[in-house]
């Protein structure tokens, strides 16, 4: 079935450094969606990219979406503590019936 | 935006029983979805949950498990049949206020089944 892929699964960074998580889907989707999960919480709306080629930013946080909308991206520049946590890219998929389905996470764990 | 009530919060239960969970919007929405998270796993999407007919289930999860109620615009129940303890997992009640737009999550149940 369909699947959004997302990687890396962790990655541990010194405070100050970048990070970025990666989302590839094997179909095209009609829109990605961003959430991110702290420890011990529920999954808080980021993002939604919808246009091909997309760009949005939020202060520190670039997101992008793929020309062919099968891809998206997430860059963090300059990590803070408060950066910690799992980010999630959801997928929405074409003629899906509005199903939305969810990358796997990327776990982020900065290093003070 | 949309603020979810869900509960209960935490359960322990023990094998063979069922329980019912809870999630109570506080506006009219058009989408709901019930999630199940494994611990530091991805959400597994279960069911949709659709209003007045039989709840749409994902491939692996079926309605003699899982029974979906949503009698209206704000109100869904999941019950979580004849739990074992590979049924252990937090479950998450999703909304969304409009097609192709974001969800709003509940804080989730965490279930342990002993």
């Known amino acids: 079935g369909q699947q959004v892929m997302q990687i890396p699964q962790y990655q541990h960074v010194q405070e100050g450094e970048d990070f970025t998580t990666y989302c590839n889907s094997s179909?095209?989707?009609?829109?990605i969606q961003w959430y991110k999960q702290r420890p011990g919480g529920h999954p808080v709306f980021l993002i939604q990219l919808v246009k091909s080629g997309e760009v949005k930013k939020q202060k520190r946080l670039t997101f992008q979406f793929g020309e062919a909308k099968k891809n998206s991206s997430l860059h963090i520049t300059a990590t803070q503590t408060t950066d910690v946590g799992t980010y999630f890219c959801a997928g929405h998929l074409r003629n899906r019936d509005d199903k939305i389905i969810f990358g796997k996470g990327t776990r982020l764990h900065i290093l003070p | 935006s949309a603020v979810i009530s869900q509960k209960p919060s935490r359960d322990i239960c023990q094998r063979g029983t069922s329980l019912t969970i809870q999630c109570q919007v506080d506006?009219?929405?058009?989408?709901m979805f019930w999630y199940r998270q494994q611990p530091g796993q991805s959400l597994t999407l279960i069911a949709t949950?659709?209003?007045?007919?039989?709840?749409?289930?994902e491939s692996g999860f079926v309605i003699d498990k899982f029974p979906i109620s949503r009698p209206n615009l704000t109100f869904s129940t999941l019950t979580v049949s004849n739990m074992s303890p590979e049924d252990s997992s937090i479950y998450l009640c999703s909304v969304g206020l409009r097609r192709d737009e974001k969800l709003f999550f509940g804080s989730g149940t965490q279930l342990s089944v002993l």
């Open positions: 506006s009219q929405v058009t989408m």
């Open positions: 179909t095209t989707l009609s829109n």
């Open positions: 949950a659709n209003q007045g007919s039989e709840a749409t289930y």
